[in-house]
């Protein structure tokens, strides 16, 4: 209030230009981006371009391994900045030059806008960003390759409620995961998806809970005893 002479806070327009102490050097405008299924601190980084010690400073991250689907994250934008929508998914075997090839770039183009150290640096499943048209477009988030899409429609969970969780994977795909400390049961739809149900206690704390999804293996599709955690 004292940096931007504000008397009333509940008297601020939509669009506004405030100064925030604490951010000296950072400029632009303040988006809210929600996570969704898929999306990590690394992807986010990749597609918005902006530098992580700011994304961890603007948004207090201390631990950029755990996401949670429904938060939001403050991206500073600049009015003439496009963020990168065109993602391409390194293939097992597949070079990072095969893969720029194939995204209409070339390998250093690739490596600098997604933080590689060079053309060496290609993991299997990595999701990467390109200034060309991309390559993946079945897979249109940051999921995994063994699923299309994932949604929770009754986000935010209640407690006593039951959460009905939605996957759609690929063809032969077995699932399973957890949500808190409860684990989902898949079964099929009818469409291709797979569907799991799974109440919120009643008793638990307000708050983001852990959210799992995984891919079984052979293995563990034909011995059901086995544990996948």
């Not at 990749?46 to 939001?72: K, M, W």
């Not at 403050?74 to 065109?86: C, N, R, S």
């Not at 039951?162 to 049961?185: C, Q, W």
Request: glycine share 12%; with cysteine; aromatic share 6%.
């Amino acid at each position: 209030m004292v940096a931007n002479g504000i008397s009333n806070p509940d008297l601020i327009s939509e669009g506004a230009r405030l100064v925030i102490p604490g951010l000296e050097g950072v400029t632009g405008i303040l988006d809210t981006e929600i996570v969704n299924f898929g999306d990590s601190f690394r992807s986010l980084v990749r597609r918005t371009q902006i530098e992580v010690d700011l994304l961890q400073r603007l948004n207090h991250v201390v631990s950029p391994t755990e996401f949670y689907v429904g938060a939001g994250m403050t991206i500073p934008k600049q009015e003439d900045q496009a963020y990168l929508t065109h993602r391409v998914t390194t293939a097992p075997g597949q070079s990072l030059l095969e893969l720029a090839l194939t995204g209409g770039t070339d390998t250093w183009i690739l490596a600098s806008l997604n933080g590689l150290a060079g053309s060496w640096d290609g993991l299997p499943g990595d999701s990467l960003y390109t200034a060309g048209p991309g390559s993946d477009e079945q897979l249109p988030t940051g999921l995994p390759p063994a699923f299309r899409s994932a949604e929770i429609p009754s986000l935010p969970l209640q407690q006593g409620s039951t959460a009905e969780i939605l996957v759609f994977p690929v063809d032969g795909v077995s699932l399973a995961g957890m949500l808190g400390d409860y684990p989902l049961h898949f079964f099929p739809v009818g469409d291709g998806r797979m569907v799991a149900l799974q109440g919120i206690h009643a008793m638990l704390e307000p708050g983001s809970i852990p959210f799992s999804l995984m891919r079984l293996s052979q293995t563990e599709r034909s011995n059901p005893s086995s544990s996948c955690w």
